[in-house]
């Protein structure tokens, strides 16, 4: 094991430069002695830096300095690749668990009548189910403006009607010839998909369980046809009732 590693110069420029913020393993350690933890994090004590490189050594391990603010500087006995490859792991999967905020917006009018208030409303309810915040603008035209209390009114409403899954987070407010709210929802964007991954799941289970259904129902009924047929054309239901057996 034992990394080798670049000079000082190349990670330590002039003042001024770029600093590596890289931790300093092995060679790169000046200090006279450290504060020494095992592999396995058993603390060692305080040993010369010449003997810690040669414990490293043995062990096939690396020296690393974990808290350089220490004194004296403490340095940990581990496999050094290893252990950039796990953060690096462990950053990748925190960047993919990251959500970004997305807001969406919706624009409405003070005298919006009840059809397109529904419809509005529904894309509201979609938005804050999916994990998203959404602004929501009362766009005021002409003697409007002098009504401001018909946006509030709106934007009151709206926020009663979808509770259940939002919340106000920037109370209504004048903005130019605009009011605005924004809602947020009460569900986190990653909760919200996974829950949409299971109705996803459900949706197609119910799907697949209807077509087995009518396939089974079609295979019984045609199973029994040959069957009610060859009733049909019985001897006894074939000859004449006047005529005994």
């Known amino acids: 094991m034992f990394a080798t590693v670049s000079s000082w110069s190349n990670t330590h420029q002039s003042t001024g430069g770029h600093i590596s913020t890289e931790l300093r393993i092995n060679e790169r350690i000046r200090v006279p002695e450290v504060r020494l933890v095992g592999p396995n994090g058993e603390t060692v004590g305080i040993v010369p ?7 490293a050594q043995e062990a096939d391990l690396d020296l690393v300095e974990i808290a350089p603010q220490g004194r004296p500087p403490v340095c940990k006995l581990m496999d050094y690749g290893k252990f950039k490859y796990e953060n690096a792991q462990k950053a990748r999967e925190a960047r ?33 189910k999916a994990g998203d915040k959404v602004k929501i ?33 920037s109370s209504p407010k004048q903005d130019g010839r605009n009011m605005i709210m924004v809602l947020g929802p009460h569900k986190k964007k990653a909760d919200a998909r996974i829950d949409a991954a299971v109705a996803k799941e459900e949706k197609m289970a119910e799907r697949a369980a ?36």
């Not at 990251?98 to 938005?127: C, S, W």
């Not at 009504?147 to 926020?159: D, F, H, V, W």
């Not at 077509?211 to 004449?240: T, W």
């Open 96 to 128: 993919r668990n990251q959500t970004n905020v997305i807001i969406k917006e919706m624009k409405l009018r003070p005298k919006i009548d009840a059809h397109d208030y529904e419809t509005k409303k529904g894309h509201v309810v979609r938005f804050l």
């Open 210 to 245: 209807d077509k087995d259904l009518e396939r089974a129902e079609r295979e019984a009924a045609h199973a029994a046809g040959p069957v009610a047929q060859k009733k049909e054309r019985g001897r006894s239901e074939n000859l004449d009732p006047e005529i005994e057996a």
């Open 49 to 55: 830096t010449d003997q810690a490189l040669k414990l």
């Open 137 to 169: 603008t009362i766009m005021f035209r002409g003697r409007e403006q002098h009504r401001p209390e018909l946006g509030y009114r709106l934007l009151q409403r709206l926020a009663e009607d979808v509770t259940e899954l939002g919340f106000v987070e």
